[in-house]
């Protein structure tokens, strides 16, 4: 694997250098809660170049979509937090106190060493078993928890058995996972009917239904075994870089986590190449060649050792898609993950996204409340090869372009994110610099002050009536342009070499999308509005609580 990463390296004309991060400014629109001097994971960044300080105690989410950090320095304090924390699978027969038993346990684990987080991993009723997350100030305390294994990295899993500190729990009846989900949807409902308009209950409805931060650290953590695992088998030049929706604020608990496994360096500013357009097309086809192959070689030669340095993993599988996946689910946590070779138009395609959700709050709640009605309605999934019809990441994509061309935009075209000049510390994925923006503090704030019901509406409005087949839509200038191909046209200057985003939509497809549309705005213009005479209104009137994931 490492000879490939080294023939791909002199494909592409460029050399390999050591990976570190650095400290990067980014102040958006959103107000910064905290200023960036005093900001505490900017502290703790600054102390770690010359020290092993203690990270401070950060809610995860606050994390991701922190306006005052750049994204480097997100996935830099991420996949930190991550690292320094274990899962605990604590043996408990029959039902307990979990108020009582998660105190036990926090007071056993602080005896080890400071922590900053103790929480339920997995909300389960299970007789046999309780999952728990615990975070320590430091990688030294989660080390001393860890399992030595046969396969070289510690593994961050540890199984407290019971034994006097668990012993004399007072005993509780238990509750189903459905009693629960039942007693909170219908809070839930009351909650909606009781705001004052529908942008309110978006608003509600997002920061009840997007991605818990209990959830989040579930994600991130089993990216960092991933991490653990390839970085031993490998090299440290190769991380485990989570992208996709995981990295935005308008993931759901039932996101799955992609991973780009890529080889990661920084470099000086001469290495300038930044896409396959910028090689000639033998070496570019060539190139294409032996990522894929190294990709299914490597991911079939991992297969069995992943499996033993993870002896929880289900339903892993080497899929030979023309981007190869090694796929699994991390049934502790019940989390799936599909892990990807240098899948550098991915991560630089969440680095945009994720700063999209950070200029704006709208965006998060809008894509999310579009995204849901969609999977109600069977308008939008996930689909293998021969799916023809529209995946989340195409409406997204098409979300982000109707927000780029409202009358006055809310978040600005994907060129003005791409940087002419060279930096030191560009980083480079799989030999290609990132020409992304680090500071986005220059740009200036929207002035577009709709609420986010009425872009809701808007949205509907505008892909209504839209002609599919004669329009595409370029998300470099956002600006619309002659679509001449049989499918959905979705420009971006991240995939241009791969094909366009929406190749495999078909216009049948999108006419069952319009049609939709359709009825959704005829039913919001009788029950958009609190006092329109129905219990349903608003969010109510078209979106089923029960069946939100």
């Known amino acids: 694997?490492?000879?490939?990463?080294?023939?791909?390296?002199?494909?592409?004309?460029?050399?390999?250098?050591?990976?570190?991060?650095?400290?990067?400014?980014?102040?958006?629109?959103?107000?910064?809660?905290?200023?960036?001097?005093?900001?505490?994971?900017?502290?703790?960044?600054?102390?770690?170049?010359?020290?092993?300080?203690?990270?401070?105690?950060?809610?995860?989410?606050?994390?991701?979509?922190?306006?005052?950090?750049?994204?480097?320095?997100?996935?830099?304090?991420?996949?930190?937090?991550?690292?320094?924390?274990?899962?605990?699978?604590?043996?408990?027969?029959?039902?307990?106190?979990?108020?009582y038993l998660q105190s036990r346990i926090e007071g056993f684990v602080s005896k080890i060493a400071p922590i900053n987080y103790l929480g339920k991993a997995k909300e389960t009723t299970d007789e046999k078993y309780r999952y728990y997350l615990v975070e320590f100030t430091s990688k030294e305390g989660a080390e001393a928890l860890s399992q030595e294994t046969s396969d070289g990295p510690l593994l961050r899993v540890a199984t407290l058995k019971p034994n006097l500190l668990l012993a004399n729990i007072p005993r509780q009846n238990p509750?189903?996972?459905?009693?629960?989900?039942?007693?909170?949807?219908?809070?839930?409902?009351?909650q909606l009917m009781e705001c004052r308009d529908m942008a309110e209950q978006m608003k509600l409805l997002h920061a009840r239904c997007s991605i818990p931060s209990s959830n989040l650290r579930n994600k991130f953590f089993v990216n960092s075994l991933i991490d653990d695992f390839f970085s031993n088998q490998l090299s440290d030049?190769?991380?485990?870089?989570?992208?996709?929706?995981?990295?935005?604020?308008?993931?759901?608990?039932?996101?799955?986590?992609?991973?780009?496994?890529?080889?990661?360096?920084?470099?000086?500013?001469?290495?300038?190449?930044?896409?396959?357009?910028?090689?000639?097309?033998?070496?570019?086809?060539?190139?294409?060649?032996?990522?894929?192959?190294?990709?299914?070689?490597?991911?079939?030669?991992?297969?069995e050792p992943m499996k033993r340095f993870l002896p929880n993993l289900a339903k892993v599988e080497v899929i030979p898609a023309k981007t190869p996946l090694l796929s699994f689910t991390f049934e502790p946590l019940n989390v799936f993950t599909e892990i990807s070779l240098n899948n550098r138009s991915s991560v630089q395609m969440a680095w945009c996204i994720n700063m999209y959700s950070r200029m704006d709050t709208r965006v998060d709640i809008l894509i999310f409340l579009v995204r849901e009605w969609a999977r109600q309605n069977g308008v939008m999934r996930h689909g293998g090869v021969a799916y023809d019809g529209i995946t989340p990441f195409m409406l997204t994509t098409l979300v982000l372009f109707y927000l780029m061309r409202t009358k006055n935009p809310v978040i600005p075209p994907m060129c003005d994110l791409m940087q002419t000049e060279n930096e030191d510390e560009d980083w480079i994925l799989g030999g290609f610099r990132t020409k992304l923006i680090e500071n986005i503090s220059a740009r200036k704030a929207t002035n577009n002050t709709m609420p986010v019901d009425e872009l809701f509406v808007g949205?509907?409005?505008?892909?209504?009536?839209?002609?599919?087949?004669?329009?595409?839509?370029?998300?470099?200038?956002?600006?619309?342009?002659?679509?001449?191909?049989?499918?959905?046209?979705?420009?971006?200057?991240?995939?241009?070499?791969?094909?366009?985003?929406?190749?495999?939509?078909?216009?049948?497809?999108l006419s069952s999308m319009q049609r939709h549309m359709e009825k959704l705005l005829i039913r919001l213009e009788d029950r958009q509005m609190k006092f329109s005479g129905y219990k349903e209104w608003g969010v109510l009137s078209f979106c089923n609580l029960d069946k939100i994931k």
């Not at 509750?175 to 009351?190: C, F, I, N, V």
């Open 1 to 99: 694997m490492l000879k490939m990463a080294t023939q791909t390296s002199k494909l592409l004309g460029c050399r390999r250098v050591r990976w570190t991060s650095q400290r990067f400014q980014s102040v958006d629109s959103r107000s910064a809660a905290v200023s960036k001097a005093h900001h505490p994971l900017i502290k703790w960044y600054n102390a770690h170049k010359s020290a092993s300080p203690r990270f401070p105690p950060i809610d995860p989410k606050e994390i991701l979509l922190d306006p005052s950090l750049s994204y480097k320095t997100i996935v830099k304090g991420l996949a930190r937090q991550a690292k320094n924390s274990v899962l605990l699978q604590v043996d408990v027969p029959g039902f307990v106190d979990e108020d």
């Open 175 to 190: 509750t189903t996972d459905d009693d629960h989900e039942a007693t909170s949807s219908k809070l839930l409902r009351k």
């Open 237 to 303: 030049y190769f991380k485990a870089i989570p992208y996709g929706t995981v990295m935005t604020g308008f993931s759901t608990s039932q996101s799955d986590v992609d991973i780009s496994l890529t080889e990661m360096s920084y470099g000086d500013r001469q290495h300038s190449i930044s896409s396959l357009h910028q090689v000639p097309r033998e070496c570019a086809l060539k190139y294409k060649t032996v990522h894929r192959d190294g990709a299914m070689k490597l991911f079939n030669e991992c297969y």
């Open 459 to 509: 949205f509907l409005e505008y892909y209504r009536r839209i002609d599919f087949a004669a329009r595409g839509f370029s998300l470099v200038t956002a600006e619309t342009e002659v679509n001449r191909r049989k499918y959905l046209h979705i420009r971006t200057p991240l995939h241009a070499f791969d094909g366009h985003i929406g190749k495999m939509c078909n216009f049948r497809q």
